[in-house]
């Protein structure tokens, strides 16, 4: 089970630190990813976290101001998200990959996504 | 970085077609696609890794090919619950960019 939280209204420049709650698998042994859909848009990739987090990627859009990190002794994965803009606004779900050991995997299992909102 | 198109971007067929969408990457990805079905309002999920593999649970008319930089989803029946967007994945290497999505309605 993936439970994400943490989104909300923020301003922007604004900050935002996203949580996702994963129980019920080997946690440590699966990299994790955070995908984004604007309203009415399409799937974007946002980053994606090896199962140990010692290797990270991210979209061009957000690099330099997302960070992806994970917690694997509380089963956790986060998204800390800086300078937020206006485009930013989507719900971000956190998602499972499908083989353990690897990043280059397809994406198994959905959380049921936070709401970002980027307003003023 | 890969880029990744669908086509086509909207199709309306009736109860029982066969449908298609195709799914081509800028550069070769080997078999590293996926295809995920949103239906509206709902999560994405997965239908097809390894550009044909069906992911457990997904009913048999659904079916993937291609590799390289070539890539299609066929539905043989097209039910009325098969009403969605379908996106296709790269996942070969970051960013592991998704698809514009095809969207599939029921004439």
């Known amino acids: 089970q993936l439970l994400d939280s943490g989104g909300g209204l923020v301003q922007p420049g604004g900050s935002l630190r996203l949580s996702c709650a994963a129980s019920?698998?080997?946690?440590?042994?699966?990299?994790m990813t955070w995908v984004r859909q604007a309203p009415g848009k399409g799937l974007e990739w946002v980053s994606t976290?090896?199962?140990?987090?010692?290797?990270?990627y991210y979209a061009e859009s957000v690099k330099g101001r997302f960070t992806i990190s994970r917690d694997n002794s509380k089963t956790t994965l986060y998204l800390q998200m800086t300078s937020l803009r206006v485009e930013d606004t989507a719900v971000y779900y956190c998602?499972?990959?499908?083989?353990?050991?690897?990043?280059?995997?397809?994406?198994?299992?959905w959380g049921q996504g936070t709401l970002v909102i980027v307003s003023s | 970085d890969i880029q990744m198109t669908q086509s086509p971007s909207f199709l309306s067929a009736s109860v029982g077609d066969r449908v298609t969408i195709t799914c081509r990457a800028s550069?070769?990805?080997?078999?590293?696609l996926a295809w995920y079905q949103q239906k509206p309002g709902k999560v994405p999920k997965l239908l097809i890794y390894?550009?044909?593999s069906l992911q457990s649970g997904v009913p048999s008319r659904f079916s993937g090919s291609g590799s390289g930089t070539d890539f299609s989803l066929a539905i043989t029946s097209l039910q009325p619950e098969d009403v969605a967007t379908y996106y296709c994945?790269?996942?070969?290497?970051?960013?592991?960019?998704f698809g514009p999505g095809t969207k599939v309605d029921i004439k």
């Open positions: 550069q070769g990805i080997g078999d590293y």
């Open positions: 976290i090896s199962g140990r987090g010692s290797d990270t």
């Open positions: 994945q790269n996942y070969n290497s970051a960013p592991f960019t």
């Open positions: 019920g698998f080997a946690f440590s042994s699966y990299a």
């Open positions: 998602v499972k990959a499908k083989v353990v050991g690897t990043p280059r995997a397809s994406a198994a299992y």
């Open positions: 390894g550009a044909s």
